[in-house]
């Protein structure tokens, strides 16, 4: 079969744009139209690739088209025919230096075969190490060296093609050289071989292959549209209903300043969460003080986006308050470190600030101790 050319080369010199400049002539630039009347399986594209054979693929919500330039062919998943695309909803492609099609999809990895115009799928497997980590593969790319990136909703993978199986790469909290989020959905190598891995939640991480090193890369703009997952709020809330909270200030309102004096006897570890105001600084926030003196006050590089207006921001931090004692009409505590505790309080102080879990928060008390 003859594929109609597809592309045209490009026809614009120096010159002709300089003439364009002089005499004020504008490029008409035509677009044609394929639909689902033309033939394609759905009309939202996600991701478009042109093979080596001048095969145009088109990855959409209902199905992969296959375009020659006169007609569609279209890939369905068939729930009776194992050598089908796993999934209707195609998300990236990816074609390798051998001439393999890559397919992601919402349930797992396709490898499309020429010869029975097939596909070999690739998903999770429980307690295989080495099976693909998500089943959302939001990216597929190939480096220079030859080796073969699948970005899911958990994880990075490497494709090992001598074993036909994956390495994964994951978020550790406990070492920076671990990815920042879980949920990749970019990849790209540029000219110094870096590997550019653009992630849901976590920004941008650069991968060195050759020190095997990720530097992470925040920008922040997009971590200040990050939120807490409902999860951490289910947790506190479980937390607020087991527990009285050591102190808190509610319904601030339009007042200046609401204190919640409270006393600590021993050291603990307690949680802070605090909501404000603030775009790039925090205006309306909360704080911890002693004696007059603040001694841990959000932050706006730690806050998220609480909901609602982008300047509304929440903070949950945990700290550790030493034993002090003084008068019950201070705020006593001195915060020492940010660890992980599993003692907990809702608001301290906050200063001018809305309360936004209003309805989660037990009544404040001065005479509240641990």
């Known amino acids: 079969m003859f594929l109609k050319k597809l592309f045209f080369p490009p026809i614009l010199t120096s010159s002709l744009l300089f003439s364009a400049q002089l005499f004020g002539q504008t490029a008409q630039i035509k677009f044609e139209h394929l ?30 088209n296959r375009y020659d330039g006169y007609e569609f062919i279209k890939y369905r998943h068939d729930p009776n025919d194992p050598h089908s695309i796993s999934s209707d909803q195609v998300f990236s492609l990816c074609e390798d230096r051998e001439g393999n099609l890559w397919v992601g999809t919402n349930y797992g990895l396709n490898r499309f075969d020429w010869k029975s115009e ?26 220079k060296s030859g080796v073969l990136w699948i970005g899911t909703n958990y994880g990075l993978n490497r494709y090992n093609p001598e074993k036909d199986n994956f390495t994964p790469y994951f978020k550790d909290p406990n070492s920076p050289a671990g990815l920042s989020d879980n949920t ?25 292959p050759e020190r095997k090193k990720v530097t992470h890369l925040f920008r922040q703009g997009r971590q200040a549209s990050l939120q807490y997952t ?11 209903n087991a527990r009285r909270p050591l102190a808190s200030v509610l319904q601030i309102e339009n007042v200046e300043n609401a204190a919640a004096p409270f006393e600590i006897t021993s050291e603990v570890r307690a949680l802070v969460v605090s909501v404000g105001e603030g775009t790039q600084e925090m205006s309306d926030y909360g704080w911890l003080e ?44 001195t915060v020492t470190v940010t660890v992980t505790g599993t003692n907990w309080l809702r608001q301290i102080q906050i200063g001018g600030a809305f309360n936004l879990f209003h309805s989660l928060t ?4 001065s005479s509240n101790k641990i």
């Open 35 to 64: 639909s689902v009347a033309d033939g394609l399986s759905q009309s939202t594209v996600n991701v478009i690739l042109q093979d080596n054979r001048g095969f145009m693929w088109f990855g959409t919500l209902n199905g992969l």
């Open 118 to 143: 097939s596909f070999i799928s690739y998903q999770p497997v429980h307690d295989d190490m080495n099976s693909l980590s998500g089943f959302m593969i939001s990216a597929i790319y190939e480096d």
């Open 184 to 208: 990749v959905v970019a990849l790209y190598e540029n000219q110094d071989r870096y590997l550019w891995i653009g992630t849901s939640n976590g920004g941008l991480n650069r991968f060195d």
């Open 230 to 240: 409902h999860s951490v709020y289910d947790k506190i809330d479980s937390l607020l």
């Open 290 to 333: 002693k004696n007059g003196e603040p001694v841990w006050q959000m932050s706006f590089e730690r806050t998220r986006h609480a909901g609602g207006a982008a300047k509304n921001r929440i903070q949950i931090s945990t700290v550790t308050c030493c034993r002090d004692r003084i008068s019950s009409n201070t705020a006593a505590t």
């Open 362 to 365: 037990m009544k404040p008390s």
